[in-house]
C-alpha cells in the first residue's frame, strides 16, 4: 500500500456519520441486496480515529463476483482481496476517505467486525486498551499494513475477552 502518513484525529461523529450515511445510499443503490455498516474507529463516538471512514458490506456468497465488478464499476479502487474479504477505497488508495470491507453477509468476518465495534463502544476499558495500541501503532508504523497489524493482537485479546475467537 505504500508509504501513508497515519495520523489520529479528535472524534467528528456528526462527521463521520454524515459520510457513512452517504457512501450507504451509493452502496445500497449499487448492491440492494447488501447489509451495510459503519464500522471502525470512526463508528465509535469519543474515540480518536485516521479520517477515513470504514464500511463494512456484507453480500451472500453467490454475489461476490457482482458485487466485486460492481463497485469497481462505480469508481471504488480495489486495493486487494483474499478469501472473504475484498477492499476497496474511495476516492483512491492514494486519498482514502472511505474504505468499504467486502465480506460475506453474517459470516466469520462479519460477525467479528460487527462485535469488535459494539464492545468498544460499551466498553470503556477496551476502548482506553485500543486507543493505546493506535496510538502506539501511529508513532511506530509507516503504511497502513503495518498499522493494521500493530493493532491484531489487542483486536484478538479484545475479542477474545469477550468470547469471541478465531
Not at 459503519?38 to 480515529?49: D, M, Q, R, V, Y
Not at 486507543?131 to 493494521?148: I, P, S, Y
Amino acid at each position: 500500500m505504500g508509504s501513508d502518513i497515519i495520523e489520529l484525529v479528535p472524534a467528528d461523529p456528526e462527521g463521520w456519520a454524515a459520510r457513512f450515511e452517504a457512501v450507504r445510499a451509493r452502496l445500497v443503490s449499487l448492491l440492494p441486496d447488501a447489509e451495510v455498516e459503519h464500522i471502525g474507529s470512526t463508528s465509535i463516538p469519543e474515540l480518536p480515529a485516521k479520517d477515513v471512514v470504514d464500511v463494512l458490506v456484507g453480500v451472500n456468497v453467490h454475489q461476490w463476483t457482482t458485487a466485486m465488478g460492481s463497485l469497481s464499476s462505480d469508481g471504488f479502487d480495489c486495493e486487494g482481496h483474499r478469501e472473504g474479504h475484498a477492499w476497496f477505497s474511495l476516492p483512491d488508495r492514494t486519498n482514502r476517505e472511505i474504505v468499504i470491507h467486502l465480506v460475506q453477509i453474517h459470516g466469520h468476518q462479519w460477525h467479528r467486525r460487527i462485535k469488535f465495534r459494539d464492545i468498544l463502544r460499551k466498553d470503556i476499558r477496551a476502548r482506553d486498551r485500543y486507543l493505546t495500541v493506535k496510538r502506539e501503532a501511529t508513532v511506530n508504523t509507516k503504511d497502513w499494513g503495518a498499522h493494521t497489524r500493530y493493532k491484531a493482537d489487542v483486536v484478538d485479546a479484545i475479542l477474545e475477552g469477550a468470547g469471541e475467537s478465531d
